[in-house]
T-cell receptor
Framework: EAGVVQSPRYKIIEKKQPVAFWCNPI?????LYWYLQNLGQGPELLIR????????DSQLPKDRFSAERLKGVDSTLKIQPAELGDSAVYLC?????????????FGPGTRLLVL | QKEVEQDPGPLSVPEGAIVSLNCTYS??????FMWYRQYSRKGPELLMY????GNKEDGRFTAQVDKSSKYISLFIRDSQPSDSATYLC???????????FGSGTRLSIRP
C-alpha cells in the first residue's frame, strides 16, 4: 500500500514568490493534516481537514497561507508571498476517523528554502 | 514555558545498551501519549500509543506514563544502530484535539 505522497520534496524560492505543496493521503483516509516542522523542533499543526471541511485552521497564518482539499482526497497548501521565516519542512499526514488511537501516517515532507 | 518539554540531546550510547527517553508536560488534561520516531529526511512514524497512566510494551520498546508527575518515558532495550533517529514525544487531551509534539531527542547508537 502506498503511503502519504508529497511533492515536491525540495523547493528553493526567493522571498515574496508564491509556492505550493501537494499531498495525496493514504487511500480511504478521510482526515488530512498539514504540519510545519522547523529545524530541531517537533511538528506544529497548521490545518486539519475532515473530508473537504477544514475543522481546525486556527494555527494557519491566513494572511499568506491558504489550503484546499476540494474533493476530500488530495490537498494543496500555498504560501503567497513567501518570507524568509517560512523556510522549514512542511509535512502532510492522514488518518482514519473516528479512530480512538488516531494513528497519523506522515509523508516525507517538502523542504522549503526561502532566499 | 512550552506545554511539552523534551531534552534535545544528542544522546549517544553503545549498541546493546538500554536507552531512556523522557518528556515532561504541564497540561494535566493530556490523556493520550505517543512516541514517534523520525529518521533523517523522513516523516515521523508512530512507535507507541498509550492512554492515561501505566506501561505499555511492544517488543524492545516500553512506554511509561506517570500522570501524577506529568512525566512520560520511552525505554529501548538491546538498542541497535538502526534505532538511531530523532524520537518525538506527543500528547493530546481529547480525541478531537490537536497533538502537541515535543522538540525531539536525537539518539545515536554506536556499533
Amino acid at each position: 500500500e502506498a503511503g502519504v505522497v508529497q511533492s515536491p520534496r525540495y523547493k528553493i524560492i526567493e522571498k515574496k514568490q508564491p509556492v505550493a505543496f501537494w499531498c495525496n493521503p493514504i487511500s480511504g483516509h478521510n482526515t488530512l493534516y498539514w504540519y510545519l516542522q522547523n529545524l530541531g523542533q517537533g511538528p506544529e499543526l497548521l490545518i486539519r481537514y475532515e473530508n473537504e471541511e477544514a475543522v481546525d485552521d486556527s494555527q494557519l497564518p491566513k494572511d499568506r497561507f491558504s489550503a484546499e482539499r476540494l474533493k476530500g482526497v488530495d490537498s494543496t497548501l500555498k504560501i503567497q508571498p513567501a518570507e524568509l521565516g517560512d523556510s522549514a519542512v512542511y509535512l502532510c499526514a492522514s488518518s482514519f476517523t473516528p479512530d480512538r488511537e488516531e494513528t497519523q501516517y506522515f509523508g516525507p515532507g517538502t523542504r522549503l528554502l526561502v532566499l | 514555558q512550552k506545554e511539552v518539554e523534551q531534552d534535545p540531546g544528542p544522546l549517544s550510547v553503545p549498541e546493546g545498551a538500554i536507552v531512556s527517553l523522557n518528556c515532561t508536560y504541564s497540561n494535566s488534561a493530556f490523556q493520550y501519549f505517543m512516541w514517534y520516531r523520525q529518521y533523517s529526511r523522513k516523516g515521523p512514524e508512530l512507535l507507541m500509543y498509550t492512554y492515561s497512566s501505566g506501561n505499555k510494551e511492544d517488543g524492545r520498546f516500553t512506554a511509561q506514563v506517570d500522570k501524577s508527575s506529568k512525566y512520560i518515558s520511552l525505554f529501548i532495550r538491546d538498542s541497535q544502530p538502526s534505532d538511531s533517529a530523532t524520537y518525538l514525544c506527543a500528547m493530546r487531551n481529547s480525541s478531537a484535539s490537536k497533538i502537541i509534539f515535543g522538540s525531539g531527542t536525537r539518539l545515536s547508537i554506536r556499533p
